[in-house]
C-alpha cells in the first residue's frame, strides 16, 4: 500500500510519530499558554486519552498515513497543553499581591547577574517581616544598586521594596509575569542600601544546599577564570566557562547584542555542542589508538559516555539555566543514539529532544531561546543531509578541503542565520545590520581556538597548569570583542526597526522552516517554502497598525504600523517602566502644560487636564471626511488598569483588551481590581 501520495513528504521517512507528535505538543502547549483563561484540567484529560486512544486504533488498523500522522499530531497537541496544565498546578507559587516595603527580607543569595541598575540577586527567601510562611514567596529578585559585599550561597538580610512581578505594560508584549511563576520567583523589587551578610547556616533541604554549594563553586570558578584570563577579556571568559555574566563590562555586553552574537552569552546548544563535539572526537581518538579496547568494543560508545558526562558536569557548573538544560537535552539525545548504534544527528533524534523539554518545561515554548534553537537545528539537520547526500557523489579531495570547509562555515552561518530571523523580528523587532558578516568571523575563533583551549584549561586544572592556557583563552575572546565592538559601532546606523509581526505570520515562517526539513526535492521544497513565506509576508504587511500606549510609568507611546515609535512624558507614574520601550528618549514633555497637541499620521492626540485629573483625547483625522469619534483615557483609568492600549482600526480607535485578571496562575488580582 502506497503510504502517501504526495512522496514529496517524508511521512513514511523522516516524517515519523515522534516528529508529528513533537509537532502536535509544541502545537498544543503553544494554545495553552496563549489563551486568556485556565482551561478544566480534568478536560483536558479526556481529550487526550480520547484523541491518542485514537491515534492507537488508527496505527494498529493500518490505515492511510495522511490520517495516522494527523491522529498523532492531535495526540501530541493535547499531550502538550494537558503537561502545561499540569506544570502550572506543579509550580503552584506564591506572588504577593500588593507592592510592600521597605521589609527586613531574609535569604540565601542564589545567583548574581548584572542589569543596568546594578547587580539583580537572586534569593531563595528565610523569611518576610510582615509576612506569615504560607505567604511568602520562595525566591525574589532584588536590584542590589551600590557594591556587593557578598558572595552567592551565603545568608544576608536585606531592606527592600517589593512588587508583584510586572504584568505586560503594552498589550501582547513579553509576559514576565509568567516567566516568574516558572521560576519560582514572587515578588520583584530592589535593595535600600546595601545586603549585609547574617550568621544562618545553609537552608535544611538537600535540593538547596545542593544548589547553594553549586552556586559558590561557580562562583569561585568564575572569579578564578576572570583574575586569570586577562583584564580585557576575563569577564567574557568567566560568562562562557560559568555562566556567570557578573564580571562582564556592559559596554561588551552591548557590543555583543549590537554586533548579533549576544547568543554567545547563553550557555545553550552552541557551547554544550562545541564541548560535547570535542570531548567526544577526543576520547574517539584515544580509544582508538588503544589496541585492546579498540579491537574489543566500539570505540564510538566509550567516547559517547565520557561526552556525557563531561556535558552533565559543564550543565552543573554554569547554573542549569533554562536554555542550558534545553541544550544538554539535545546532546543527551544525540550521545545516547550513539551509545544504542542509532543516528545521533536526525529529525528523529532533535523530535525526542523537544518532546522531552516540553514534558519538563512546557512553558519554554513561548521563549526565543526555545524557538530559535529548534529552528535553527533542524535547518541545519536537512542542510547537512543534503550535503551529505553530495559529499558521496563528489570526489574525496574536493569534499575535505579547504574551500570545502570554508564553504560550510558560510552556509552553516546563513542557514541558522535565515532560520531565527523570524524569531528574533517576532520577540525583538530588529536585527543587527552586519550580525552574519560578525559570525563568520566570530565563529572559527571560537570554535577552533577558545573552545579547545577551555577544555585544556579543565583537563589541566587538577595538575595547576590551566593558567597559561586561560591566557591564551582570553586572548582569543579579546579577538572575538574586537569583532564585536567594530560590528557593533557599524550596525548602530543600520540597524532597522521592524514593524510588529503578528503571530500568524511567525506560523507560516515555522511552516516555511518545517517544510525545508521534510520535503524532499528541489522543486518541491522550494515552492512549499516560498509559499509560506509569501504567505507569512502578506499578513504580516496588511496587519500593520498606529498603536497607542499610555503606561502606568506616565509615559505615552506612540507606534506608528510602520514600527516608529515616540516616548511622551505626560505625568509621573509610581508603576515599574515599560520593558521593552523605556529606554527611548523623551520626544516632548507634556507634564507642565495644560494642553499638549501630539500628532501622529491621520491621529490627532491632545492632552489636558482636568479637575486635578489628566484626560487623553485620541481622534482620527481624514482629509475627506469628519473625525471619528474621539476616545478618552484618564489617568485614573491607567492607573487602575495598569496601562491602556489603543489600535486604529480603520477610521476609529478602539481599545485593547487586556487579559482578565485572574485567569491564569500567574495573573492575580490586586486589591482595586
Known sequence: ???????????????????????????????????????????????????????????????????????????????????????????????????????????????????????????????????????????????????????????????????????????????????????????????????????????????????????????????????????????????????????????????????????????????????????????????????????????????????????????????????????????????????????????????????????????????????????????????????????????????????FWLKSLFVTSTVSGLATMPFALFHFERIAGFGLVANLLAMPIISLMSAPLAGASLLLAPFGGDVLVLRWFGASLELVLQIAHLFADWSSGSAVKWPKMPGVSLAFFALAISAYAIVNGRLEKTVSVVACVIAAALVWSMSGRDRLQWAPSGDLFVEAKTGAIQRFDLQDGDGLPPLRFADLPITQSCESLTQCPLTLANTAIEHRYEKGDSVLIVTGLYPESPPSNPVEITWSDVIRENGITLERRGRDWVRREKPVCGGRAWRPCRADQ
Open 1 to 403: 500500500m502506497q503510504r502517501f501520495s504526495l512522496s514529496a513528504v517524508q511521512f513514511g521517512g523522516e516524517f515519523s510519530a515522534p516528529l508529528a507528535f513533537a509537532i502536535g505538543m509544541m502545537a498544543g502547549s503553544v494554545w495553552y499558554f496563549s489563551i486568556g483563561a485556565e482551561p478544566s484540567l480534568i478536560g483536558l484529560m479526556g481529550f487526550a486519552a480520547l484523541s491518542c486512544t485514537g491515534a492507537v486504533w488508527l496505527q494498529r488498523r493500518a490505515v492511510s498515513s495522511v490520517f495516522l500522522i494527523v491522529a498523532i499530531i492531535v495526540c501530541g497537541a493535547s499531550a502538550g497543553a494537558l503537561e502545561g496544565g499540569l506544570a502550572t498546578q506543579r509550580a503552584d507559587q506564591v506572588m504577593i499581591a500588593e507592592p510592600m516595603g521597605p521589609v527586613l527580607l531574609e535569604g540565601w543569595i542564589m545567583d548574581a547577574q548584572p542589569g543596568r541598575s546594578g547587580v539583580r540577586l537572586v534569593i531563595g527567601v528565610h523569611a518576610i517581616d510582615g509576612l506569615d510562611a504560607e505567604l511568602t514567596p520562595k525566591k525574589v529578585r532584588l536590584t542590589h544598586t551600590l557594591s556587593l559585599n557578598t558572595e552567592p550561597g551565603r545568608y544576608v538580610r536585606c531592606w527592600a521594596v517589593l512588587r508583584p512581578p510586572p504584568q505586560p505594560v503594552i498589550s501582547g508584549d513579553y509576559d514576565f509575569a509568567r516567566q516568574a511563576w516558572f521560576s519560582g520567583l514572587g515578588a520583584v523589587g530592589y535593595v535600600q542600601g546595601r545586603c549585609r551578610g547574617g550568621a544562618l547556616g545553609p537552608p535544611l533541604g538537600w535540593t538547596d544546599r545542593a544548589n547553594l554549594t553549586l552556586g559558590t563553586w561557580r562562583r569561585q570558578l568564575a572569579r578564578h577564570v576572570y583574575d586569570v584570563a586577562g583584564e580585557r577579556a576575563g569577564g567574557f571568559a568567566a560568562a562562557l566557562a560559568s555562566g556567570d555574566r557578573s564580571f562582564m563590562r556592559a559596554d561588551d555586553q552591548d557590543a555583543l547584542r549590537g554586533s548579533g552574537l549576544a547568543h554567545l552569552l547563553a550557555i545553550s546548544g552552541l557551547h554544550m555542542g562545541i564541548v560535547g563535539g570535542l570531548v567526544f572526537l577526543f576520547f574517539w581518538r584515544v580509544c582508538a589508538l588503544i589496541e585492546p579496547i579498540a579491537l574489543r568494543w566500539p570505540v564510538k560508545k566509550p567516547a559517547a559516555f565520557g561526552a556525557l558526562l563531561v556535558c552533565t558536569a559543564y550543565l552543573l557548573i554554569s547554573g542549569a539555566g533554562l536554555s542550558t538544560q534545553r541544550a544538554f537535552i539535545m546532546s543527551a539525545v544525540a550521545f545516547s543514539a550513539v551509545l544504542f548504534d542509532r543516528t545521533a544527528i536526525s529529525l528523529r533524534s532533535l523530535s525526542i529532544a523537544m518532546i522531552i523539554i516540553l514534558a519538563l518545561a512546557p512553558w519554554s515554548v513561548l521563549t526565543p531561546g526555545f524557538q530559535m534553537s529548534f529552528a535553527a537545528t533542524g535547518a541545519l539537520i536537512a542542510t547537512y543531509e543534503a550535503w551529505r547526500r553530495e559529499r558521496r557523489k563528489a570526489p574525496q579531495s574536493a569534499s575535505n578541503g579547504p574551500v
